[in-house]
């Protein structure tokens, strides 16, 4: 017997995280549809239903709610990256915050059971390693990305099942890579290692912010599909629990660059600098010295803990750029 809701929407079906998401859902058995402002097509699985609509235009929303009737709901879509947050608040505001607050409030009028939020690991700011759970956090954020972020996991408390509306649960992702991710395609504030293999395969050298030595807690994507697939079906969750999904371990920057140019381990950033593998960038405002998750909740709320090594991951990546013809 499928333990999947038979009907599944998911927001930013078409993005990188959600599109693995929407084939997932789809080997599991479940009838899925997508809403999604993206335009591109090489994610979208055709075997999906597709909506083009913003979720924060609340009557078109409501559109599909009426017509596809979900029983539970993958809110992965969002306006993401710190940089481009500070640019436009006004719009982060209006697609993280009104648009979740938009799927709840339908969520709870269309009787859907549960939602699934992709939250940030951005809502801690510098803390203490390791990241956990229950530490304090500003409502505010660094950034207006990661404040809307942080706003969407108080619309879950607040609009779900407290006040009659939908079990939900909050998934906050720590830097989530892989295949399918942004680019340089995507603009100058894509994922980092994306643009890692891309200015690798250019034979570029990799553009390392300064000083490189800031710790990220790199988690490979299928590892989170994974983690919402079992939120979904997990009774032990519901009330707005937030709950981290990393990989519980952090690398620099420069083990990236390693990684990526399979660079001995000893190779010191003097000399990746001087042999061209890297160069410096411009500092960026807004983005925390260092990540990394416990994930002890995880385990225990929803049965889950990560499969897929820093290691590993890369060279899935590396695969799967390759037979996209890049030389990497």
Not at 75 to 104: C, W
């Amino acid at each position: 017997m499928n333990p999947f809701p038979k009907k599944v929407l998911v927001t930013g079906g078409v993005g990188f995280i959600g599109s693995h998401i929407v084939d997932t859902l789809l080997l599991r058995g479940c009838s899925v549809s997508i809403v999604d402002i993206g335009e591109r097509t090489d994610t979208r699985n055709e075997k999906a239903s597709y909506y083009h609509v913003d979720i924060s235009d609340r009557a078109s929303l409501e559109g599909v709610f009426k017509k596809e009737k979900p029983e539970a709901i993958i809110h992965a879509g969002a306006l993401a990256r710190i940089q481009p947050s500070f640019k436009d608040p006004e719009r982060y505001f209006m697609v993280n915050a009104l648009g979740t607050a938009n799927i709840l409030s339908l969520s709870k009028k269309y009787s859907v059971k549960r939602v699934i939020y992709s939250a940030s690991s951005s809502a801690y700011g510098d803390q203490e390693m390791p990241l956990q759970e229950h530490m304090a956090v500003a409502t505010q954020a660094y950034h207006p990305y990661g404040s809307t972020k942080r706003m969407g996991e108080m619309l879950m408390r607040d609009m779900g099942i407290a006040t009659g509306g939908p079990e939900t649960v909050c998934l906050r992702y720590f830097n989530v890579y892989g295949p399918r991710q942004t680019t340089e395609a995507d603009g100058p504030y894509a994922t980092v290692i994306g643009i890692f293999f891309e200015q690798s395969s250019r034979n570029a050298p990799l553009t390392v912010v300064p000083d490189g030595h800031q710790r990220r807690d790199f988690t490979y994507v299928s590892d989170v599909v994974e983690a919402n697939l079992q939120a979904l079906v997990s009774p032990h969750v519901g009330r707005g629990e937030i709950i981290n999904v990393g990989f519980g371990n952090s690398n620099s920057i420069w083990d990236v660059v390693r990684f990526v140019y399979k660079l001995d381990g000893s190779i010191i950033p003097d000399e990746m600098i001087k042999k061209g593998y890297a160069t410096y960038a411009p500092e960026r405002r807004g983005e925390a010295r260092e990540t990394l998750a416990h994930t002890a909740l995880a385990e225990k709320l929803l049965g889950w803990k990560p499969r897929v090594s820093f290691e590993e991951g890369i060279e899935r990546t590396r695969e799967f750029y390759r037979k996209q013809g890049w030389n990497v």
